[in-house]
């Protein structure tokens, strides 16, 4: 059973950077056809992609966030990272990591909410 | 790619049946995927490619379309059903629509 847990400081200062892990279980991140993926979702609204990460370490990110944001792998701890830089409140959000198969998401993590106070 | 959904808030009865809305602003050919959120919890992958039915997730869960025009319809609503639904284009990155609330 593959099982993804994000992890990090739930609160950032405007300005700082946010960083986050996460750490997956039941699976090698390093495992061909598939994919690592951040997003976000502010309070009561929609899902935004951030970005993503592939085996090789080859990376996308959303044309909004891409001069702000970069993913990294760890696969010795198994574990895939987001930074986040010159955060704003508008940052603020439950940030997810997610698995793709290429057709879709297909695991989740349960979310870590990130504040910018 | 804007991926956008109508209507934002679907009203409607148990037993009764949804149809969801998701158009793209271009051609995605079926590279499209329906989500179901619940409050507090991960979105759950419902269909992929528009008409494929995820693993375990019931029949009364459909999706059509292709090009820019796709349809999530549950038929027989079941109070579980009742939920934010979001539609997820792959074609060229990564873009989510802006969700459906569906509420009873």
């Known amino acids: 059973q593959v099982q993804l847990q994000e992890s990090g400081p739930g609160l950032v200062k405007p300005s700082q950077t946010l960083s986050l892990t996460c750490t997956v279980s039941?699976?090698?991140?390093?495992?061909?056809?598939?994919?690592w993926s951040w997003i976000r979702q502010p309070a009561g609204k929609g899902l935004e992609w951030i970005g993503r990460?592939?085996?090789?370490?080859?990376?996308n990110y959303t044309p909004s966030l891409r001069s702000r944001v970069t993913f990294s792998l760890d696969a010795s701890k198994n574990q895939v990272s987001l930074r986040l830089t010159s955060v704003t409140a508008a940052d603020t959000a439950v940030y997810f990591c997610?698995?793709?198969?290429?057709?879709?998401?297909?695991?989740w993590g349960q979310g870590a909410l990130v504040t910018v106070s | 790619i804007v991926m956008t959904q109508s209507p934002a808030t679907l009203s409607l009865s148990p037993g009764e049946r949804a149809t969801l809305s998701c158009w793209a602003s271009?051609?995605?050919?079926?590279?499209l995927a329906w989500y179901q959120q619940k409050p507090g919890q991960p979105p759950r992958l419902l269909i992929y490619?528009?008409?494929n039915r995820a693993a375990g997730i019931p029949a009364r869960f459909s999706g059509s379309g292709s090009g820019t025009d796709f349809t999530l319809t549950i038929d027989t609503l079941e109070s579980e059903d009742f939920a934010v639904y979001y539609c997820?284009?792959?074609?060229?990155?990564?873009?989510f629509g802006q969700g459906t609330r569906l509420e009873i």
């Open positions: 997610a698995r793709s198969n290429f057709y879709s998401f297909d695991y």
């Open positions: 039941g699976d090698s991140i390093v495992r061909a056809g598939y994919y």
């Open positions: 990460i592939f085996t090789a370490g080859n990376t």
């Open positions: 271009q051609d995605i050919k079926n590279y």
């Open positions: 490619d528009a008409s």
């Open positions: 997820v284009q792959r074609s060229d990155f990564i873009t």
